[in-house]
C-alpha cells in the first residue's frame, strides 16, 4: 500500500513512479529486463543498437503506463563492453549503475538455470531492491573518467605486448638450448642473432650450404639452409617471429 501511495497517477491515468532496466550483454544480442516495480517486460536487442534502445524504453514507459519525463534507472555487469555504454547513458539522462559480477548473489544449495532472460530479470529485480534501499545487494563499480581509462589502457598494451614478446624469445632460448648454445638475453640485436644461427647450419655431403640472409621490407630474414621452414625473421626491434 506505501508503494502503491508513492505511485501517485495522474489526472490521465499516468503513474509516476521509477522505470528500471537491466541489460544482460552479448556480442550479438542485448537481453533488456525493465520493470516499474510491479510488472516486467522482456526484449532483445542488436548488440549495441542504441536507436533501438531508446525506442523500446519509450515502449515500456507507455506499455506500464508511465508519465512522461519518469525516472530512468539501469545497470549492467562489467565485463568486456567497459564504460562506454555507462557513459551514453549519463548523456541521455539516465542513471545508471555498473555492477561487478562477483558480487552478486548466487543460491550456491541446488543448480539453477541459467539464460540472458533469466539473469537480465534477476538484474532488474536486485536492482529495485538496491534502489530501495538495500546497498549490500550488490558492488556497485566506480566508473573512471575517460583520460583515467585512457591511461590504464596504455600501461595495458605494454603488459601485453611484452608477454608477446616472451612467448617467441622463450622458443628461441629452447631452440638454442637444444643445440647446446646457452644465451641468457638472445634478442639483444640482430647481429648476435646472425652469429649465434651459424653454427646451426647442417651442410649435407652433397652440398654445404652456407646461411644467408635478406631484407624484406623492415625485417631481415636468416635462412639456416636446410628450406623454407628453417628460416626465422628478425624484426628491427630484435623480436623474431619463426616462419612456418
Known amino acids: 500500500m506505501k508503494r502503491m501511495g508513492e505511485m501517485r497517477r495522474s489526472e490521465s491515468g499516468e503513474k509516476r513512479g521509477n522505470l528500471f532496466l537491466a541489460f544482460e550483454l552479448g556480442s550479438a544480442n542485448w537481453k533488456l529486463a525493465f520493470s516499474d516495480g510491479e510488472?516486467?517486460?522482456?526484449?532483445?536487442?542488436?548488440?549495441?543498437?542504441?536507436?533501438?534502445?531508446k525506442e523500446e524504453i519509450e515502449k515500456a514507459r507507455k506499455r506500464f503506463p508511465l508519465a512522461e519525463g519518469v525516472r530512468v534507472v539501469s545497470c549492467y555487469e562489467a565485463g568486456r563492453d567497459g564504460f562506454w555504454l555507462h557513459r551514453f547513458w549519463v548523456s541521455e539522462g539516465v542513471e545508471n549503475?555498473?555492477?561487478?559480477?562477483?558480487?552478486?548473489?548466487?543460491?550456491?544449495?541446488?543448480?539453477?538455470?541459467?539464460?540472458?532472460?533469466?539473469?537480465?530479470?534477476?538484474?532488474?529485480?536486485?536492482?529495485?531492491?538496491?534502489?530501495?534501499?538495500?546497498?549490500?545487494?550488490?558492488?556497485?563499480?566506480r566508473v573512471p573518467s575517460a583520460e583515467e581509462e585512457d591511461g590504464r589502457q596504455l600501461s595495458r598494451e605494454w603488459e601485453a605486448l611484452n608477454r608477446e614478446r616472451t612467448m617467441p624469445r622463450r622458443r628461441i632460448l629452447s631452440l638454442l638450448i637444444q643445440q647446446g648454445i646457452d644465451e641468457t638475453n638472445p634478442s639483444r640485436n640482430t647481429l648476435l642473432f646472425f652469429s649465434i644461427a651459424q653454427p646451426l647450419a647442417k651442410p649435407t655431403v652433397q652440398q654445404q650450404t652456407p646461411i644467408t640472409g635478406k631484407f624484406f621490407g623492415n625485417s631481415f630474414v636468416i635462412n639456416l639452409g636446410y628450406n623454407d621452414a628453417s628460416a626465422f625473421r628478425i624484426s628491427p626491434r630484435c623480436t623474431p617471429k619463426w616462419r612456418r
Request: proline fraction near 0%; aromatic fraction near 4%; avoid cysteine.
Open 39 to 53: 510488472r516486467g517486460r522482456y526484449v532483445s536487442v542488436v548488440a549495441r543498437g542504441l536507436r533501438q534502445l
Open 97 to 141: 549503475r555498473v555492477v561487478d559480477s562477483s558480487s552478486i548473489e548466487v543460491n550456491r544449495r541446488k543448480r539453477r538455470a541459467k539464460t540472458d532472460r533469466l539473469d537480465a530479470g534477476k538484474l532488474v529485480e536486485m536492482l529495485r531492491r538496491y534502489e530501495g534501499g538495500e546497498k549490500r545487494v550488490w558492488s556497485v563499480v
